[in-house]
């Protein structure tokens, strides 16, 4: 923990004073740590080594050593604080999206950020948190969850006002992980700045868990019901060595993402499902336009049909979610399927 009474970019700059250290265990919750008091104006928190490979603060306090006179900071005109309006806060510390201050901001931070050469950006963690009763921020009070999905969905529209070509996916601003509060349709299109992907309901952690335990099996009927693209990001630590979570969620969302290479509470690498996985992107990606593009057609919920979305030709799934070899017979019923995109005369091949 490093502090100084003037800011400098760099942390190794003689300006900042060192006044803790800690190199013990990896911290997982909370934690409260002292030192003598020292008069500053900037703190800085240097991190050189991180577990999993990524840090993460939540929130960070620091405090006074004692009770400062008025008298003492009278010249340095501290924040009032804002007048108390009857209702209930939000249970811990979190944005008001609605506040326009923040709106501007963030879009600000957005543009920058997108302006480097971003194709594809996730609107994540924005769930709804509660209303705000803050009447300074030039919204009813309080707040609604209506009010806070319109401005994120503006942050969204805005971002695309300026770069057109980003691809978007967003989650449902209310509840954006297991289920949707929000309209799957409510303002998405490939058109006018709206976003384009919705979020495929938190199938990332445990994907073929929730495949066999019956709970990823909502995507199938999501594509009967809906046309809107899905993006998801599965890791293959939590695949078998088949991928068969890597074709259940490649034949019903249409944009997949992949990541890990570790397996489950191990620290060695998996190179025998890294190579498996390498083959099964190899033969998806030959295959892309069927699933990415074409037309899904369900026969049930483990035998997918995908039509490709110009030539006469498919791509036929089947799935065994069991541990056992099982034999199948799958009849395709061409009437009941609808048009094929062929020629006069020309078939259509799987």
């Given at each position: 923990?490093?502090?100084?009474?003037?800011?400098?970019?760099?942390?190794?700059?003689?300006?900042?004073?060192?006044?803790?250290?800690y190199?013990?265990q990896?911290?997982?919750?909370?934690?409260?740590?002292?030192?003598?008091?020292?008069?500053?104006?900037?703190?800085?928190?240097?991190?050189?080594?991180?577990?999993?490979?990524?840090?993460?603060?939540?929130?960070?306090e620091?405090?006074?050593?004692?009770?400062?006179?008025?008298?003492?900071?009278?010249?340095l005109?501290?924040?009032?604080?804002?007048?108390?309006?009857?209702?209930?806060?939000i249970?811990?510390?979190?944005?008001?999206?609605?506040?326009?201050a923040?709106?501007k901001e963030?879009?600000?931070?957005?543009?920058?950020?997108t302006?480097?050469?971003?194709?594809?950006?996730?609107?994540?963690?924005?769930?709804?948190?509660g209303?705000?009763y803050?009447?300074?921020?030039?919204?009813?009070?309080?707040s609604?969850?209506?009010?806070?999905?319109?401005?994120?969905y503006?942050?969204?529209e805005?971002?695309?006002?300026k770069?057109?070509?980003v691809l978007?996916?967003?989650?449902?601003p209310?509840?954006?992980?297991?289920?949707?509060?929000?309209?799957?349709?409510?303002?998405?299109?490939?058109?006018?700045?709206?976003?384009?992907?919705?979020?495929?309901?938190?199938?990332?952690?445990?994907?073929?868990?929730?495949l066999?335990?019956?709970?990823?099996?909502c995507?199938?009927?999501y594509?009967?019901?809906c046309d809107?693209?899905?993006?998801?990001?599965?890791?293959?630590?939590g695949?078998?060595?088949?991928?068969?979570?890597?074709?259940?969620?490649?034949?019903?969302?249409?944009?997949?993402?992949?990541?890990?290479?570790?397996g489950?509470?191990?620290?060695?690498?998996?190179?025998?499902?890294?190579?498996?996985?390498?083959?099964?992107?190899?033969?998806?990606?030959?295959?892309?336009?069927?699933?990415?593009?074409?037309?899904?057609v369900?026969i049930?919920?483990?035998?997918?049909?995908?039509?490709?979305?110009?030539?006469?030709?498919?791509?036929?799934n089947?799935?065994?979610?069991?541990?056992?070899a099982?034999?199948?017979?799958?009849?395709i019923?061409?009437?009941?399927?609808?048009?094929?995109?062929?020629?006069r005369?020309e078939?259509c091949?799987?």
């Amino acid at each position: 923990m490093l502090v100084a009474s003037e800011y400098y970019p760099a942390s190794d700059s003689s300006k900042w004073t060192n006044v803790f250290g800690y190199d013990g265990q990896p911290l997982h919750t909370g934690r409260n740590f002292k030192f003598d008091p020292v008069s500053a104006r900037w703190v800085r928190i240097v991190i050189h080594a991180v577990e999993g490979g990524a840090a993460r603060i939540d929130e960070l306090e620091v405090y006074e050593s004692a009770p400062v006179p008025a008298s003492a900071v009278q010249p340095l005109r501290r924040r009032q604080a804002p007048p108390v309006t009857p209702g209930n806060p939000i249970g811990f510390w979190e944005v008001c999206t609605q506040c326009k201050a923040w709106q501007k901001e963030k879009l600000k931070r957005i543009l920058a950020v997108t302006g480097g050469g971003v194709d594809f950006m996730m609107f994540d963690e924005f769930d709804w948190r509660g209303p705000c009763y803050d009447p300074n921020h030039g919204h009813p009070v309080p707040s609604t969850p209506e009010g806070h999905v319109r401005a994120v969905y503006g942050l969204i529209e805005s971002t695309r006002a300026k770069y057109p070509h980003v691809l978007v996916e967003a989650h449902d601003p209310v509840r954006p992980w297991t289920m949707r509060y929000t309209p799957t349709y409510w303002h998405q299109g490939f058109t006018h700045n709206r976003y384009q992907e919705n979020w495929a309901f938190e199938f990332m952690w445990n994907p073929i868990e929730d495949l066999k335990s019956g709970k990823a099996l909502c995507l199938y009927y999501y594509n009967l019901g809906c046309d809107i693209p899905l993006y998801n990001h599965i890791t293959m630590e939590g695949d078998n060595d088949a991928c068969l979570a890597f074709w259940w969620y490649g034949s019903t969302v249409r944009h997949l993402g992949i990541g890990g290479k570790k397996g489950l509470n191990s620290e060695q690498e998996n190179e025998t499902r890294y190579r498996a996985y390498k083959n099964a992107v190899a033969e998806y990606n030959r295959l892309r336009e069927f699933y990415a593009r074409g037309r899904f057609v369900g026969i049930d919920e483990t035998t997918h049909l995908h039509f490709h979305p110009k030539k006469p030709q498919a791509v036929l799934n089947v799935f065994n979610l069991t541990d056992t070899a099982v034999h199948r017979k799958v009849r395709i019923n061409l009437k009941e399927i609808g048009p094929w995109p062929r020629r006069r005369g020309e078939g259509c091949r799987l």
